[in-house]
């Protein structure tokens, strides 16, 4: 059997955990997908799946065949479309990652106007608050805010966003407002775990680092969750200026301790970069790169 072909249904099984699963997606009888990965394995000489009644699993050799493996048929599909020409027609699922709510307001719409208008392609999303690795995952395209690790990634900065503290008028109105960090010991405090993972809120004056260790009143999970307590009027939350950008506008709430705030983190696009550009990742990377550098909030 054509070698691409075996390693087009291997990566299949192994991102699907099951040969039923990868026959449906590369619609083919799941007797043909059972045979393929035993040639595969035959022609290898070692154990790529460990099959139980319930799931398949990738051995430890499997597991590093499988990254070889989808970079190898990227690279492939790279170099197809390289030969078609710089403007062959973006076709095929893209996969893009950001954060939740960042990908819910600002993401979403690239991804709209982008499938508007290149109908051949299809684009799966996950939007979640961690840090993904865009190889190990099968991502093309990631939005990552704050600092980036050297790594093989190509990566185009679209803005900038920061850390502020902040609540709801009535509250202020009512409680005042924090002149130190050290003051927040003294109102109710609301932490989004993904924005700050531990109770400590850190904070700076000129070159001196301040660090103010807290007691949540309410320690929520979603950012979105800490942003709904905080505009009802309960206390001050911590959140992603980018988060809060709407509310701030039309003054559902206010930022305090402004002059102590951490140096602003940086937002990049990011893209698996191989030897030729693929058609459907460097036109959504460019209509991203636009939209994004556009928007207020970013800078």
Request: hydrophobic share 45%; charged share 25%; aromatic share 6%.
């Amino acid at each position: 059997m054509d070698r691409f072909h075996l390693m087009a249904v291997y990566v299949a099984v192994a991102e699907e955990e099951g040969f039923a699963a990868a026959a449906r997606r590369l619609r083919m009888s799941p007797p043909a997908v059972t045979r393929a990965v035993a040639c595969l394995e035959e022609r290898l000489g070692v154990r790529l799946l460990t099959r139980t009644t319930r799931l398949v699993r990738t051995t430890d050799a499997g597991a590093r065949y499988l990254e070889d493996a989808r970079r190898i048929l990227l690279e492939a599909d790279e170099a197809d479309e390289a030969a078609a020409g710089i403007n062959a027609r973006p076709r095929g699922n893209l996969a893009v990652t950001a954060p939740v709510l960042f990908g819910k307001i600002y993401v979403m719409p690239v991804i709209t106007a982008y499938q508007t208008t290149y109908q051949e392609t299809t684009v799966s999303a996950l939007f979640i608050d961690r840090v993904v690795n865009l190889a190990e995952e099968g991502l093309d395209v990631g939005v990552r805010i704050g600092p980036l690790p050297d790594s093989s990634l190509r990566a185009i900065r679209v803005g900038q966003v920061r850390r502020v503290v902040c609540a709801s008028p009535a509250y202020l109105k009512q409680h005042g407002s924090p002149k130190s960090p050290a003051d927040l010991a003294r109102h109710p405090i609301i932490a989004a775990t993904s924005v700050s993972a531990g109770s400590e809120w850190a904070f700076t004056k000129g070159k001196a680092k301040i660090g103010v260790r807290l007691s949540p009143r309410i320690l929520v999970n979603t950012n979105e969750g800490a942003l709904e307590a905080a505009k009802s009027g309960f206390g001050l939350t911590r959140l992603i200026s980018y988060q809060v950008a709407n509310e701030l506008a039309d003054g559902t709430l206010k930022t305090v301790l402004t002059e102590f705030e951490e140096a602003s983190l940086p937002v990049h696009v990011i893209h698996r970069e191989g030897r030729h550009g693929s058609a459907k990742v460097r036109s959504f990377v460019d209509l991203a790169v636009e939209r994004l550098r556009a928007h207020t909030a970013l800078r």
